[in-house]
């Protein structure tokens, strides 16, 4: 049964549509094209499973793929795509259409902010992760070498279609990483969600898992669309996570990062005694329930530290964490003691 949320966004509402089989839907007017030129953007390895489907739904759109990888979520990619919609004489009435994870739609989002000065966009995310949470809200945009997402734009869709059953050829360890995601917004708003998150990967379990992890970030957004408080709440992890990302060399995946991110993120809850120490353990199980990781290895403490002072998170040059009051009560602090946070990572080391 086809589920349709709505998300209010500060120039208007956007629907969600969440249905095994909703992937049709991408030429309905009210989701997609309805018969206005397009542009699908997706990646290598995506169109060579789904470019036949995609041609016959959308036959006359533009197919572009790019190179796969967060290697690649850059500037230059962006360029590439500007060569290519005007290649594709796509005007002012075009819809761009990201069909990925979170890097094909963060790329893509940001090409349809700035073609033309803003061109409507549509999310059909493939990945668990990108379903439950970098697909809505519009936040879009690219890395730079000092960073992630240094560079960025709030695009809000024109729709989101999410296809559970795009899922059955998403490898285990993209699915991994979804589970990360949706363990923080169980952490930060649902408990309950935490329940789910060993239920079989069935379609319709899907469905129910991804609707009720989307639902946490529609009513976050809908409170918060342009990051002025409260979502920065969904940063849970985050701070953490893309510092042991840029130091891994992306060794780790993004959702592996925000995964140790997590329990960092519950051992400074508990060390700067806002939280009980008993929530560093029920974090690290629900982590280690998915089959994520717990430690970042033999990552460098004060080498991932010192990648934190990029953080485009940082407020009046101070780092700014999220923590844990309690399962569903995070706040965000900020001064935080160097000699503090790098014990924390050396805690999560080894």
């Known amino acids: 049964m086809a589920e349709r949320l709505s998300v209010s966004a500060p120039d208007g509402a956007y629907p969600i549509m969440i249905a095994p089989g909703a992937l049709a839907a991408i030429g309905a007017p009210d989701y997609a094209v309805g018969g206005a030129p397009a542009a699908i953007i997706t ?5 060579a499973l789904y470019a036949d489907r995609l041609r016959s739904l959308l036959p006359d759109a533009t197919l572009i793929a790019i190179p796969d990888g967060e290697a690649y979520k850059t500037l230059a990619t962006v360029a590439l795509l500007y060569d290519r919609l005007i290649a594709a004489k ?3 009435a075009a819809t761009v259409i990201a069909f990925g994870g979170g890097v094909v739609g963060d790329i893509a989002g940001f090409a349809a902010a700035t073609y033309l000065r803003g061109v409507r966009f549509v999310q059909v995310p493939t990945s668990l992760l990108a379903m439950v949470d970098s697909s809505v809200g519009g936040k879009v945009g690219v890395d730079l070498p000092q960073g992630k997402n240094l560079v960025g734009a709030f695009k ?6 999410i296809d559970p059953d795009l899922l059955a050829t998403l490898p285990d360890r993209e699915r991994r990483c979804g589970m990360a995601e949706i363990i923080k917004h169980g952490l930060i708003g649902d408990p309950g969600l935490l329940d789910w998150i060993g239920r ?12 009720r992890a989307v639902q946490v970030k529609i009513e976050v957004v809908q409170r ?4 002025q408080g409260e979502r920065a709440h969904l940063n849970l992890g985050h701070t953490f996570g893309h510092a042991i990302e840029i130091i891994s060399g992306f060794a780790f995946a993004h959702g592996e990062a925000v995964a140790i991110g997590l329990v960092a993120a519950a051992q400074l809850s508990t060390a700067i005694g806002v939280a009980d120490a008993s929530l560093v353990d029920r974090v690290k ?23 934190m002072g990029t953080d485009k998170k940082k407020s009046a040059g101070r780092l700014r964490f999220v923590v844990l009051r309690d399962l569903g009560r995070p706040e965000v602090v900020e001064g935080v003691d160097a000699a503090l946070v790098i014990d924390v990572l050396k805690g999560i080391s080894g």
């Open 156 to 161: 809000q869709p024109a729709a989101v279609i």
């Open 43 to 47: 990646n290598d390895s995506i169109a």
């Open 285 to 307: 199980a629900w982590v280690e329930s998915v089959g994520l990781p717990v430690s970042m290895g033999a990552l460098d403490a004060d080498a991932v530290y010192a990648a």
């Open 200 to 211: 079989a990967p069935t379609p319709e379990n899907d469905a129910a898992l991804v609707r």
């Open 90 to 92: 796509l005007d002012r």
């Open 224 to 227: 918060d669309p342009y990051e």
